[in-house]
């Protein structure tokens, strides 16, 4: 236990908080807003769009000589291509496509992209009927207005800039070979899903092979079909506004690491297996998706809970060559990096156990059909819980792929966005809400550089699909390994300690307003060294230890990349929940981000010598979130995730929130959450202007509803959005309560209580757009930080709001909140004032209800 003078030793329980929360309903704040200044003449744009409308859908048609197949339910129409107008200024934001969507019409837009000019591209569907209808809206649009009526349609044709015919070409995603005449498999996105069986049939009839298995989604169902891609196009064109787009699903979906030697020392392993302290069938688990394993080897079977496979013809043991991946996986979720306890020689502690299921196929097996990239893993998750069904478990997986760009969901992410949010097949119960359905923890590795030339190593590389999942914690890598090779002092590691390994990916090649910031956090994946011609690789001195698959040649080998710190996560996540038990998964995954903390030098890099974060051109927000989306939050530290300090405290809510209702005729927001926080103002006023900091974490699971528009519409492809909001210094707290109708910005720079204050955030509102996770964090002086004592969780669109038939809007969802407040270097008590305020909130809340039954 710490001393009582210890003010940064974490020994001490987070403060729950829920006590502290009162619901009331909430509008959706909105900014008045003036007619917008007109940058086209609206009756020239109006007929040129007419002229371009009428050109891009052509003539229907005569019955006798239409192709087009009937499909019971759909009507026939026409796929056009729209292009928005691009930004004419970087200050500017991305010129979204607007909302052409007329359900009554059946008008609807299959799918949008963006552009590199920041012009969003997109294709609609105009049924034949709808015609008139639409060319009616565009002549309202560019009619002359009369007295000061405002001019109608002006944000739904004046962005758009050309319309277009729209071939079955355009339909495909990424570079396609349409002269190439092999076949493939082709992952075809159908909308209403409701439709598939009839467009798979049809697919047979054209004498195409249909895949038996679909992935379904709230409103898409994605069939696989195998044929070529002159073959496929025309098909595509005789069933316009089915689909709504076409991804290649080929390519390797496990490129593994090639491991290399290292003498075996079966009696290192020995005397570490006689010191394990083993855990027993109650603890918690990690079930690590792979190769499988060799449930022989002496530092697992102790360890290992269950060893499973997806098909009983591949067996569970570990296939691949070099060392395994599998069996490293579990060895390094069970002890971390084998380096440490190899060199001790006190007992071995197994917090937890380890679970492996395989669900890739070994070789002579035909390799995993694209249809399964996104059920296999589901199935490897169902297969695990069907074994051991009454297990704390955690899901690690550390294989992924470069065939699909991560700058949208695909369908293997959005599988694992169901899995984490219990909405995949099996998991919906009838009148069970989404808040009670079965969430899970998943971590996922996000992709590695190879090695290679030092100046291309060390440039940044997107990660891999599907390390773009929102609610998975996507794990990146970096690395505390800086001492070469011994025998070789021609080969030096590429970077110093505490640098990002070079092998990790990250995301800051993609949108921000699109995608969320990936990685979340880091651990130990190794380093790379590089030689006297600027050659890169891994090498085994810059690698963590592992156990092998071959045990009687082999039992230690060398394990690196994001598959190691991804195990390495697996291993914090063990030992977090046995020490936290019976919390959400939701909350865990908090935890981890909220206990991370950038280790020098990569903090530097945020933080300058004053109190707030890093100025200049390299310290403006979007260059922040440009580096987070390189590191991410930082490396975890598990004390501080288990516990808290005196001069580090956190604060802990699990809520569940019903953010929409039904209103007069169509959904509306419902429920925001105000916190009063047990705040240790007196402590934070007599620090006066030392520096503090405060971190929040808001974490919740969105089931995922893969469309055509999910890659630019974020809030298409979450069920429900959450944010949160501070209190201004100068404000009261009804002042608070009253703003959240009032102002757009939550918590950027503005007026709160009619006083103007500066923004010590370190991101802001506007880079709070994508993901399940949002996390932001203040630094500044103390007495600034004593008056922002509330705190609000409020929602914001979702597909249970705005796709009413699927009547979802009046579901439940739920989140974990936590708060961090930090006295860096300061001998200062935040701890002992919070807990006297929850006290006396307990008691006084206590007396009330005492006072209430007496009456």
């Known amino acids: 236990m710490a001393q009582d003078d210890d003010f940064s030793s974490h020994d001490y329980p987070h403060v729950r908080i829920e006590r502290f929360l009162t619901s009331a309903q909430y509008v959706y704040p909105s900014s008045a807003r003036d007619e917008p200044d007109l940058k086209k003449d609206p009756v020239q744009h109006s007929a040129f769009l007419i002229q371009q409308l009428a050109a891009a859908l052509g003539a229907i048609p005569p019955p006798a000589v239409d192709e087009r197949v009937e499909i019971p339910g759909h009507v026939k129409g026409v796929n056009v291509e729209i292009e928005t107008t691009a930004p004419d200024s970087d200050r500017k934001g991305p010129a979204k496509t607007p909302n052409l969507d007329f359900t009554a019409q059946n008008i609807k837009v299959l799918q949008s992209s963006r552009n590199e000019d920041r012009s969003e591209t997109a294709l609609v569907f105009v049924p034949d009927e709808a015609r008139q209808f639409l060319r009616g809206r565009i002549l309202a649009y560019g009619a002359p207005v009369v007295g000061n009526r405002k001019r109608p349609e002006v944000d739904l044709f004046e962005p758009i800039d050309d319309v277009r015919p729209a071939p079955a070409h355009s339909l495909f995603l990424g570079a396609i070979d349409f002269t190439e005449q092999a076949p493939f498999w082709w992952e075809v996105w159908i909308s209403p899903k409701s439709h598939a069986p009839a467009v798979c049939s049809a697919a047979r009839v054209a004498n195409l092979v249909v895949h038996d298995q679909r992935q379904n989604f709230p409103e898409m169902s994605v069939a696989y079909i195998r044929a070529s891609a002159g073959a496929l196009v025309t098909f595509l064109q005789r069933i316009p506004g089915l689909v709504s787009e076409v991804r290649k699903a080929t390519g390797n979906i496990a490129p593994f690491l090639e491991l290399g030697g290292l003498t075996t020392q079966h009696e290192w392993v020995d005397d570490l297996a006689r010191r394990l302290v083993v855990p027993n069938a109650t603890f918690p688990t990690v079930c690590v998706l792979d190769s499988g394993i060799n449930a022989a080897h002496p530092l697992i079977q102790p360890g290992l809970a269950g060893a499973w496979t997806v098909d009983d013809d591949w067996g569970t043991d570990d296939h691949h060559p070099h060392g395994g991946h599998g069996t490293p996986m579990a060895g390094t979720v069970l002890h971390g990096d084998l380096f440490w306890p190899m060199n001790g020689t006190s007992e071995s502690v197994l917090t937890h156990t380890v679970e492996s299921v395989k669900f890739l196929p070994p070789m002579g097996f035909p390799p995993t059909e694209p249809p399964k990239y996104g059920v296999i893993t589901q199935a490897a998750v169902a297969i695990a819980e069907i074994e051991r069904p009454e297990t704390v478990r955690s899901f690690c997986m550390a294989v992924s792929t470069a065939e699909f760009p991560p700058s949208g969901p695909s369908s293997w992410s959005g599988a694992i966005d169901q899995i984490v949010s219990g909405s995949m097949p099996g998991d919906h119960q009838e009148n069970v809400e989404a808040k009670d359905l079965p969430k899970r923890m998943f971590m996922v590795a996000t992709g590695n550089r190879a090695g290679g030339m030092k100046s291309q190593v060390l440039t940044h590389q997107s990660l891999e699909d599907p390390a773009q999942s929102w609610n998975a914690l996507s794990i990146g890598g970096y690395t505390a390994k800086d001492v070469g090779p011994v025998d070789d002092i021609s080969l030096t590691p590429l970077v110093g300690a505490n640098h990002k390994s ?71 996540v063990g030992q977090l929940k046995a020490a936290l038990p019976g919390l959400w998964p939701e909350t865990y995954r908090a935890l981890i981000v909220q206990s991370a903390e950038w280790p020098e030098p990569i903090r530097s890099k945020f933080i300058g010598t004053g ?108 069920s429900y959005g959450l944010r949160f909001a501070l209190k201004k210094r100068g404000e009261t707290p009804e002042q608070f309560q009253a703003r959240q109708s009032l102002y757009e910005d939550e918590y950027a720079e503005g007026d709160g209580g009619g006083v103007k ?23 500044g002086h103390a007495i600034d930080l004593s008056l922002h004592d509330h705190l609000a969780v409020h929602p914001v669109g979702g597909w249970w709001k705005s796709h009413m038939g699927q009547q979802r809007y009046e579901d439940r969802g739920r989140y974990a909140l936590l708060i961090s407040l930090t006295a860096e270097d300061h001998s200062v008590d935040l701890y002992s004032e919070v807990t006297a305020a929850v006290d006396a909130h307990i008691a006084a809340q206590t007396a009330a209800e005492i006072a209430a039954r007496s009456t």
């Open 611 to 718: 109190a707030h974060w890093r100025t200049g051109k390299t310290g403006s927000k979007a260059a922040k979130q440009s580096l987070l989306r390189d590191v991410g939050y930082g490396v975890p530290n598990l004390a501080r995730a288990i516990a808290s300090a005196k001069s580090d405290v956190t604060l802990m809510a699990q809520a569940d929130i019903q953010p929409y209702a039904m209103g007069k005729g169509a959904p509306v927001f419902n429920e925001i959450h105000f916190y009063d926080l047990p705040w240790p103002r007196d402590v934070l006023e007599g620090m006066e202007n030392a520096i503090v900091t405060m971190k929040v974490t808001l974490s919740y699971y969105i089931e995922p509803n893969l469309t055509g528009r999910a890659a630019t519409r974020p809030d298409t492809y979450r």
């Open 757 to 779: 204050e500066p923004s010590y955030w370190l991101l802001g509102p506007k880079a709070v757009q994508a993901g399940s996770l949002h996390c932001d964090l203040w630094r």
């Open 502 to 572: 070079p092998f990790s990916c990250g995301s800051q090649t993609l949108p921000t307003d699109l995608t969320p910031i990936k990685p979340e956090v880091l651990f130990e994946a190794g380093n790379m060294v590089v030689d006297l011609a600027d050659y890169c690789d891994w090498h085994e001195a810059v690698s963590l230890l592992a156990t092998g698959a071959d045990i009687v040649n082999e039992p230690l080998v060398p394990f690196w990349a994001t598959s190691a710190a991804t195990a390495v996560a697996g291993n914090f």
